[in-house]
């Protein structure tokens, strides 16, 4: 179970309300933050795409987002497990932290974490945040590459 998931729970904030307790989390993290191939290209016109570097990747998605905007093109799609996941908190940090606003400027949907190489493959979302294996068998299948890791 995500870690946020019984606090949710407990508070009624899904679909599940009932108390729950987990005396035991377990986790060493490794998520990341996988794009498009085609967002990845707009975001390496603007700076170099440094997994070690989130700042500097989040930066030039930040003109990306703008340059979108700016032509009057629809938000960019990012894709997050739960709405209360650590890597939806993780990846609004992130782009918070870039001065990209994730209530505003992007969209956030939910996908299951299977199919979230598919739906970046396909062009129904333009990146995700998740654990592993699936960044990797997006980067694998060449449906996209990762621009940050948790």
């Known amino acids: 179970m995500l870690a946020p998931m019984p606090i949710a729970f407990n508070l009624g904030l899904g679909p599940i309300s009932v108390p729950v307790v987990a005396p ?3 986790g060493l993290g490794g998520n990341a933050v996988t794009v498009s191939n085609g967002l990845y290209e707009a975001i390496a016109r603007h700076g170099v795409i440094d997994l070690r570097k989130p700042a500097e990747t989040g930066a030039a998605l930040k ?5 979108r905007a700016a032509k009057g093109e629809k938000p960019l799609v990012f894709a997050v497990v739960h709405p209360y996941s650590g890597h939806n908190y993780e990846m609004r940090y992130w782009l918070a932290a870039c001065g990209i606003d994730p209530d505003n400027d992007i969209e956030i949907v939910i996908v299951p974490p299977p199919l979230m190489p598919d739906a970046l493959r396909r062009g129904v979302i333009d990146g995700f945040c998740v654990g592993e294996p699936w960044n990797t068998v997006a980067v694998s299948s060449g449906a996209g590459h990762m621009a940050t890791v948790k």
């Not at 003109?63 to 340059?67: D, I, M, P, S």
């Open 63 to 67: 003109l990306v987002v703008g340059e």
């Open 24 to 26: 035991l989390a377990l």
